[in-house]
C-alpha cells in the first residue's frame, strides 16, 4: 500500500476512534483498544465483555483477554489483543506482551496471586482451569498486537521476536498458536466489513471445455439445476473484481479475511507458485456460486456459462485471495479452480446451500443462521412493531448513527438474553456462545416472541450499563464479582422479578405492554437492586465452593441455585 493510501486511511481510523470515544466516555487510546479488540472479535464494541477487558495495573501489556469455549465438543479458543494507539510497533512492546504471554500460561500459582489486577488474575486463573480440564492439545491462542501503523512494514527485530514466541508456545502443544500484526491497513479493511445492499449481478464467463473429455458435468433436480466446471485463475479473479466490488459476495456469510490467517497465505502462496499452482484445482475445494438461472454454451472455441444474479456463497476466501493475486501480478496462469454453479429459483434452498458448503475456514454457527428464515422475521418485525433495529448479521447495522444506533439489537446477545432471563440459564448464557446457535436454538428462537427477544436484550443492556457504572467498595468483594461477572445472572434475576416466568407467545401482549411503557430504565431500576442482593446471595453462599468468579458464574450449580432462590423452591 502507499504512504498516501496508508494515511488516508489512518485518518479514516482516527474519525471512527473519536466515535467510538464520544460514544463510550473513554479516552482515545482506550477507544482505539475498544475499536480494534470489537473489530477483531468480530462484534459492536458494546458486546465486548466488560470482564475481558483487563487493562490497567500490572496488566503486563495486555488490553482484551477473550475466551471462548465449548463444553460439548471439550476446545477452547484464547484471543489475547493488545492495541496501542500508535503510528508503529514497538520491540519493547514485544518483549513485554511475551513476558504478559509468561505470566498467562508459566507463572507458578502462588506468583499468580499477587498480582493487583484482579481481572487479569481471575482471567489466568481461569485459562489454567480450562487447560487442566481439556488439556493444551485442545486450546487454540491467538495472540493480536494492533496499532494505527503499517503491519507490512515490521521490523527484522520484531519478525524475530514473533518467529521465537510462536515457537516456544507451539512446542508446549497447543492446536495452534498465531501472533498477528494488525495495523490501520486491515482495521480499516474490517470496518469497511458492512453488509452491503444486495445488488444483481449477471455474468458470462469462460470455461475451460474439452469435447472430447470429461470436463464439464451438467445435473437437474426438482426445481435446481447444475453446473459442475474449471475455470482460470484470472476468470476468478475477474469474476471477484465486478462492480460494485464485492457485491458478489453479498449472500456470503463471512467476509474476506485478508491475508492473515493461515489458510489464505496457504491460497496465495500456492496460486503463485511455480510448482503448487498447477496443483492448484486439487488443493482447494474450489468456489460455489448460486443463482436464478444458468446456461452453457458448448461452444468449443469460446465455452462459457451465463448466470443470472450471481452469488458466490462459498469460496469468498479462494475469489477475494484469487483477485488479490491477480492485481499485484503474483498470480500463476496454470492456476485451475473448481467451480460448482447452483441455479434455483427456491431462496430456502439457497440458504440451506450456504450452510452446508462453507467449511474451509472456521465459521461462527451465528453467520449460518442469520439467513433463517426465523431471523429475517424478527428483523422485520422488530423494526415494524418496536422501532428496533435487529442485526441478524454480524456489523449489519454499524453505519447508523445517532439515536437510530442505540436501538441496534446485536443477534447474539439477544439470544443469550433470552437463554439467561426466559429460559433461566444464566450461566449456559454465559459459559458457551456457541451452543446458542446450535443445541439451544430451537429452545431460544421456536419459543420466543418478537417481544420477548427485545425485553431480554434492553435488561441485559440495562444490566451490562450499571455494571460498568457502580462504584464498589474494595471491601465489597462479593458484590464487585457479581457485577463483573454476573451480569446474566442479574439480568435473570431482574427479568423474573418483572414477569416471573411468563414469557412465550401465550404472553405477548403483556410483555409488548412492558416495552412501551414510557421511562422503560426508570421502571428496571426499581427491581435492580433486588435482583443484584439476589445473586450476590447466591454468590456469597458458594464462594467456598468455587472461588474463582469467572468459573462460578459458568457453573450449573450456581444457575440451579439462583433459580431456586428466584423461585422459593
Not at 486511511?9 to 482515545?28: C, F, H, P, Y
Not at 495486555?62 to 471439550?74: A, L, V
Not at 445435473?219 to 459442475?228: E, L, N, P, R
Request: charged share 30%.
Amino acid at each position: 500500500m502507499s504512504t498516501g493510501s496508508l494515511k488516508i486511511r489512518q485518518s479514516w481510523l482516527s474519525d471512527e476512534i473519536d466515535v467510538v470515544a464520544e460514544d463510550t466516555g473513554r479516552s482515545k487510546d482506550d477507544a482505539f483498544a475498544l475499536l480494534a479488540s470489537s473489530l477483531l472479535a468480530g462484534c459492536s464494541v458494546d458486546d465486548l465483555d466488560d470482564a475481558d477487558w483487563v487493562d490497567g495495573g500490572q496488566d503486563k501489556q495486555i488490553d482484551i483477554i477473550n475466551i471462548s469455549s465449548d463444553e460439548d465438543k471439550g476446545v477452547a479458543h484464547i484471543t489475547i489483543i493488545q492495541a496501542k494507539n500508535t503510528s508503529g510497533f514497538g520491540s519493547n512492546t514485544m518483549i513485554k506482551i511475551r513476558n504478559g504471554l509468561d505470566w498467562i500460561f508459566e507463572r507458578t500459582r502462588a506468583e499468580v496471586d499477587t498480582l493487583d489486577n484482579v481481572k487479569f488474575r481471575n482471567k489466568i486463573l481461569e485459562i489454567r482451569s480450562i487447560r487442566t480440564d481439556i488439556r493444551p492439545s485442545n486450546m487454540s491462542v491467538r495472540v493480536v498486537y494492533a496499532t494505527a501503523g503499517d503491519a507490512s512494514d515490521i521490523s527484522e527485530e520484531l519478525k524475530q521476536e514473533l518467529r521465537i514466541t510462536e515457537q516456544k508456545y507451539m512446542a508446549v502443544g497447543f492446536n495452534e498458536f498465531v501472533f498477528e500484526f494488525v495495523g490501520a491497513n486491515e482495521i480499516v479493511e474490517l470496518l469497511n466489513d458492512g453488509e452491503a445492499n444486495q445488488r444483481k449481478i449477471d455474468l458470462v464467463f469462460p470455461v475451460l471445455f474439452n469435447p472430447n473429455a470429461p470436463s464439464y458435468m451438467p445435473f437437474s433436480q426438482g426445481d435446481t439445476k447444475a453446473i459442475v466446471c474449471t475455470v482460470a485463475g484470472d476468470t476468478l479473479a475477474k469474476i471477484a473484481q465486478v462492480e460494485p466490488r464485492d457485491a458478489i459476495f453479498d449472500l456470503n456469510v463471512r467476509p474476506h479475511y485478508g491475508l492473515s490467517g493461515s489458510v489464505n497465505k496457504d491460497i496465495y502462496q500456492t496460486c503463485n507458485s511455480d510448482d503448487e499452482a498447477k496443483r492448484f484445482w486439487f488443493l482447494n475445494n474450489g468456489v460455489t456460486m448460486v443463482c436464478d438461472t444458468a446456461e452453457f454454451d458448448h461452444d468449443p472455441d469460446n465455452p462459457r456459462v451465463t448466470v443470472k444474479n450471481a452469488q458466490i456463497v462459498n469460496g469468498c476466501q479462494t475469489s477475494a485471495t484469487i483477485r488479490e493475486a491477480h492485481e499485484k501480478g503474483d498470480l500463476h496462469k496454470d492456476v485451475r479452480i473448481l467451480m460448482k454453479v447452483y441455479a434455483t429459483d427456491n431462496p430456502a434452498l439457497v440458504g440451506r446451500i450456504t450452510g452446508t458448503t462453507n467449511n474451509q475456514n472456521p465459521i461462527r454457527s451465528r453467520d449460518l443462521r442469520a439467513n433463517d428464515k426465523v431471523q429475517q422475521d424478527i428483523e422485520a418485525l422488530m423494526v415494524e412493531r418496536f422501532d428496533f433495529y435487529y442485526e441478524r448479521k454480524n456489523k449489519q447495522h454499524r453505519l447508523l448513527k445517532g439515536d437510530a444506533r442505540k436501538r441496534v439489537v446485536p443477534s447474539p446477545k439477544a439470544a443469550q438474553a433470552v437463554l439467561a432471563i426466559a429460559r433461566a440459564k444464566p450461566s449456559n448464557a454465559r459459559a458457551n456462545q456457541a451452543s446458542i446457535w446450535e443445541r439451544h436454538y430451537d429452545e431460544i428462537f421456536n419459543n420466543s416472541s418478537v417481544a420477548d427477544l427485545l425485553l431480554c436484550f434492553r435488561i441485559y443492556d440495562f444490566c451490562r450499563k450499571k455494571a460498568r457504572n457502580i462504584e464498589v467498595a474494595p471491601e465489597s468483594v462479593v458484590e464487585g464479582e457479581t457485577l463483573g461477572y454476573g451480569t446474566f445472572h442479574v439480568s435473570r434475576a431482574l427479568g423474573f422479578l418483572l414477569v416471573e416466568d411468563n414469557w412465550g407467545f401465550n404472553y405477548e401482549a403483556d410483555v409488548s405492554k412492558i416495552l412501551n411503557r414510557e421511562n422503560l430504565e426508570e421502571f428496571f431500576e426499581i427491581h435492580y437492586g433486588e435482583a443484584l442482593a439476589r445473586v450476590s446471595k447466591v454468590r456469597q453462599e458458594g464462594i467456598d465452593r468455587e472461588p474463582i468468579p469467572a468459573l462460578f458464574f459458568k457453573n450449573q450449580r450456581m444457575q440451579h441455585d439462583l433459580n431456586v432462590e428466584l423461585r422459593g423452591q
